[in-house]
């Protein structure tokens, strides 16, 4: 039995049924979970649009006169609602292909083999199953601090079924769901503020590439206010929101969209009972995703550490195999970290602050878009790659991206760093010319000083 049909639930459920298990999938919402519904796809549906908006508007520079281009924002989140509905169906036919048996209903670990499912329809019934595996995913964190009222205070669920853009919008919160929000509402037409308490953008991601992203937003209009603490949200005489700030400063607002961090939606799943919880809520597991109940397993944001679809994917996987007899264990040590701004950011390995208070003596090569030729070809200039290699064995620790095509590029970063690749193994792969993958070539050879054009 997997409770959950997020991307680390259906994937786990999917792989078991490969494996020869016998699977039956419990989910209360809808199938795809948070990164299907209301977090990955809806969002890059709309930063889609916003990027086919922004080619509109700079057609100029390419040669291309076009006339007035207004976007029609009912149109941009129906074109999204489209994208997830198909998307949601794909997971069903996924699930008949593979013969997984799908229950709607909620469900409730009750002990080791016993799953009972509740839904407004039918009564409660119990299950039994040989391994349970928990992907109950997270819910946005709504603290006190805020009057949310779905309305003019929202998370990112709301965010996403807006009818209009709000004319000044306030985010609170810099990290990705907060800056790709900003994005979106910006290049909408909304007067955005972002204010991030701590001293920079993108916390615990490289400084240098959170200050370019910082200089980005600058050039879209979107003022961000770092290293500042939102103390007091009150409603303005104009019906508006007013937002104090720990700076002194008060922010107007038609709406503020808080994204603050998430919460393990674990509440009432029996895993209180059993005792599977940190204090934070999460689920503690091991590497082989086992909790400490026998035969019940947990993945995905419900078990913590980088909330992303493709970290409980992985763990869907491998807890599947484990529940299969197989072996399977996680490696946290190289996973891909995207965020989908314009300029886009993607990060794998550590950051050089990381790497530095490790002891480690580095190499550092970087390299600006604005040197290649593909990327002035292209109109996409911003950004660079930035390498991050051991000195004593030329190892690479981590690769930072923000530019045009980062989350793609990044895939090829995350493999070099698997194969335990040097800088100058990538230095010495020949990329082809003109593609935006020249810049992780140049940054490799700017390791050594070598770069050619630099
Ligand atoms: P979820 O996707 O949350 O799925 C959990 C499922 O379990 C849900 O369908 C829920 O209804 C169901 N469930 C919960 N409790 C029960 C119960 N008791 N019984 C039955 N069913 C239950 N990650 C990325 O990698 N890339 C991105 O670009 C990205 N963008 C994001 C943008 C936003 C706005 C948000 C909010 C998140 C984004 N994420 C992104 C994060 C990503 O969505 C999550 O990491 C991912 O969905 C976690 O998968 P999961 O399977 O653990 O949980």
């Known amino acids: 039995i997997v409770i959950g049909a997020g991307p680390g639930g259906y994937v786990a459920a999917i792989r078991a049924a490969q494996l020869g298990a016998e699977v039956t999938v419990i989910e209360k919402g ?41 976007p029609d924002f ?56 040989d391994a349970i595996i928990v992907a109950v995913g997270s ?58 308490m701590m001293p920079q953008l993108l916390p615990g991601e490289d400084a240098e590439v959170a200050e370019e992203l910082g200089k980005s937003l600058k050039c879209r209009e979107i003022d961000v206010y770092t290293g500042v603490k939102l103390q007091e ?9 007013s937002a104090r700030l720990s700076s002194g400063d008060e922010l107007k607002a038609d709406m503020v969209l808080v994204a603050v ?9 029996g895993a209180e009972r059993l005792n599977l919880l940190d204090e934070k809520g999460f689920i503690r597991v091991d590497e082989k995703m086992l909790t400490s109940a026998a035969g019940i397993y947990a993945v995905g944001d419900a078990v913590g550490g980088m909330l992303l679809a493709h970290k409980a994917s992985e763990e869907g996987v491998a807890a599947a195999e484990n529940a299969m007899g197989l072996d399977a264990k996680m490696d946290y040590g190289i996973i891909p970290r995207c965020i989908f701004t314009q300029p886009e950011i993607a990060c794998v390995g550590v950051s050089e602050e990381t790497a530095r208070a490790e002891g480690k003596e580095l190499k550092i090569g970087k390299f600006p878009f604005s040197s290649l030729g593909k990327a002035r070809a292209s109109g996409e200039t911003e950004g660079m790659v930035k390498i991050i290699s051991d000195a004593a064995t030329d190892e ?33 792969t020949i990329h082809p010319h003109p593609t935006f993958g020249e810049a992780l070539k140049e940054a490799s050879l700017a390791v050594d000083g070598k770069a050619i054009h630099i």
């Open 30 to 70: 809808s199938l795809g979970g948070t990164c299907l519904n209301v977090g990955c796809i809806p969002t890059k549906a709309l930063l889609s649009s916003v990027s086919v908006l922004r080619q509109i508007r700079t057609a100029g520079e390419f040669g291309i006169n076009v006339g007035k281009v207004e």
């Open 74 to 129: 009912p149109g941009i989140v129906s074109r999204a609602k489209k994208i997830v509905e198909e998307l949601s169906k794909g997971i069903g036919f996924l699930f008949k292909k593979n013969g997984v048996k799908l229950i709607r209903g909620r469900g409730e670990v009750i002990e080791p083999g016993k799953v009972r499912v509740t839904s407004e329809s039918a009564s409660a019934e119990e299950f039994e199953a």
């Open 139 to 196: 819910v946005p964190a709504m603290p006190e601090l805020f009057p949310f009222d779905g309305k003019t205070v929202i998370t990112s669920n709301e965010a996403l079924g807006l009818a209009d853009v709000p004319d000044r919008l306030l985010v609170v919160g810099g990290g990705a769901i907060g800056v790709e929000f900003a994005c979106i509402f910006s290049a909408l037409g909304a007067n955005v503020n972002l204010v991030e």
């Open 233 to 241: 949200i009150g409603r303005g005489q104009d019906k508006g929101i």
């Open 261 to 269: 961090g998430r919460v393990p939606d674990t509440v009432n799943i």
């Open 396 to 428: 690479i620790l981590g690769i930072h991206i923000i530019g045009a095509g980062a989350t793609d590029l990044i895939g090829e970063a995350a493999l070099a760093m698997k194969l335990e690749a040097t800088a100058e193994d990538i230095a010495g």
